[in-house]
């Protein structure tokens, strides 16, 4: 596989920016991590990344914006998969509905 182009926009103390960090060092995906000021002055990267809700976290590939963590981990999971043993959600319909599930409520909850 030829190099790629892995960018993450974040907000350091973002659990949700975390996810994403955690899924792409478990499967050791090499990445550049570009730091936001949610609160100040957003770049324009960021702007042109996520123009709907101009949030992290956001995961750029090869030019690509995927926003929105839970998304972002899907992708990761679907687009680095060449090892079936190190897979971010588990195959079978059900548990992986379980893990949804639960990441959902970790998302609403918290």
């Known amino acids: 596989m030829s190099e790629e182009e892995v960018v993450v926009l974040n907000f350091w103390p973002s659990m949700f920016g975390a996810r994403v960090i955690m899924a792409l060092e478990e499967k050791e995906i090499k990445f550049e ?9 957003k ?14 976290p ?4 090869n030019g690509k914006p995927v926003c929105e963590s839970n998304i972002i981990l899907e992708y990761i999971d679907d687009v680095w998969k060449e090892d079936k043993t190190l897979r971010l959600l588990p195959s079978d319909p059900y548990q992986k509905a379980q893990c949804r599930f639960w990441g959902d409520l970790i998302d609403k909850k918290w």
């Open 33 to 41: 991590y570009k730091e936001e000021d949610v609160f100040g002055h």
């Open 58 to 61: 956001v995961l750029i590939h």
């Open 43 to 56: 770049t324009d990267l960021l702007l042109q990344m996520n123009p709907v809700h101009k949030k992290i």
